[in-house]
């Protein structure tokens, strides 16, 4: 059975850091992209950062390139986002997510993924 457990959300000030951690099982890294994906309230999902073993580089949404890192750990079955400079506009309930399909040759969608964790909430206050 596949399972992807986030944590990390919290509360913190603009310009501020949080990490945020994809505890992943049933899966391997090898097999699957792992994403993470923000919905803020009354907005639809959108893809945040993704990181597969399959592609060169990882993706980042254009709202988060030089602010957020996406990376993973193996031997912990973990992904990790690192979120630096926080905005305001980055307040939403945050998702991991794993796509059985790594390569796409193209930005992983929401529609894209198989299998999701229950989020995580980040609220940036200004």
């Known amino acids: 059975e596949v399972q992807l457990q986030a944590s990390g959300g919290g509360l913190v000030q603009a310009g501020g850091s949080l990490r945020l951690s994809c505890v992943v099982s049933g899966l391997s890294f090898d097999d699957y992209a792992i994403g993470w994906f923000r919905q803020a309230p009354g907005e639809e999902r959108e893809a945040v950062s993704c990181i597969s073993s399959s592609e060169g580089r990882p993706y980042y949404a254009d709202s988060v390139k030089g602010r957020f890192t996406i990376s993973s750990d193996n031997a912990k079955n973990t992904v990790y986002l690192q979120m630096n400079s926080l905005k305001p506009e980055d307040t939403a309930v945050y998702y991991c997510?794993?796509?059985?399909?790594?390569?796409?040759?193209?930005?992983?969608?929401?529609?894209?993924?198989?299998?999701w964790g229950k989020g995580t909430l980040v609220t940036v206050s200004s």
């Open positions: 997510a794993a796509d059985k399909t790594p390569l796409r040759y193209r930005a992983h969608s929401v529609g894209d993924m198989d299998y």
